[in-house]
């Protein structure tokens, strides 16, 4: 089983949707969460940390539930421009990080 | 924030060749780290290079296969040897931002292709 768990999709959703994904882990050591962004043929950039009390960055809001672990992401009034892989990821008490697989996102006109 | 500079972003290499990446920083770093990003597939993370000490390796990843220089703070070098057509992967470094458990900043990858 992977650490950290995802629905690879893809979500296809139209221009103004809101979408959620999921994601959950398994070490229950895992301190700090997070979501990457990657274009095709990117690197991953950090879209938001996750905090417990749950996050909110214009139309991105994360949540974090520790006694399920289990995260998530919604996007609001989704534009083209999210079209990407979402990566969710942790890590534990050094820096190293712990890569979901992703979900691909396709936002259509 | 962190800006790292890697190279090459892309070679195809014959099997049995060896091809070494590298990796520059623009600030010192205590940690970084090698990750290989299959096709279709997420990020796995191949060693921990550290300044002064063996870099730290993943299971399922050897030093023979994957041996890393880390000769500086700013500077990592990763060499895949030996390769084979399942090494073509992405390969990209990465560095923690300050403090533990933070943002990471990547390269921008090296794409590499075994025929």
């Known amino acids: 089983r992977k650490e950290v768990e995802q629905d690879p999709g893809p979500f296809n959703v139209p221009e103004g949707a809101t979408v959620a994904f999921n994601c959950t882990y398994s070490?229950?050591?895992?301190?700090?969460f997070f979501w990457y962004r990657q274009d095709c043929r990117k690197e991953p950039k950090l879209l938001m940390s996750?905090?417990?009390s749950g996050n909110e960055d214009g139309r991105f809001t994360a949540q974090l539930n520790r006694a399920s672990q289990y995260i998530s992401l919604l996007i609001r009034d989704s534009k083209l421009s999210d079209s990407a892989t979402y990566l969710c990821?942790?890590?534990?008490?050094?820096?190293?990080?712990?890569f979901g697989t992703g979900t691909r996102l396709q936002v259509f006109p | 924030s962190a800006v790292i500079s890697q190279k090459p972003s892309r070679d195809i290499c014959q099997r049995g060749t060896s091809l070494t990446i590298q990796c520059q920083v623009d600030s010192q770093v205590t940690m970084m780290f090698w990750y290989r990003q299959q096709p279709g597939q997420s990020l796995t993370l191949i060693a921990t290079?550290?300044?002064?000490?063996?870099?730290?390796?993943e299971s399922g990843f050897v030093i023979d296969k994957f041996p890393i220089s880390r000769p500086n703070l700013t500077f990592s070098t990763l060499t895949v040897s030996n390769m084979s057509p399942e090494d073509s992967s992405i390969y990209l470094c990465s560095v923690p931002s300050d403090g533990l458990n933070t943002e990471a900043f990547f390269g921008q990858g090296t794409r590499l292709t075994v025929v």
């Open positions: 996750v905090y417990s």
């Open positions: 990821v942790s890590s534990r008490d050094t820096d190293k990080l712990i």
């Open positions: 290079a550290n300044q002064g000490s063996e870099a730290t390796y």
């Open positions: 070490n229950s050591a895992s301190q700090s």
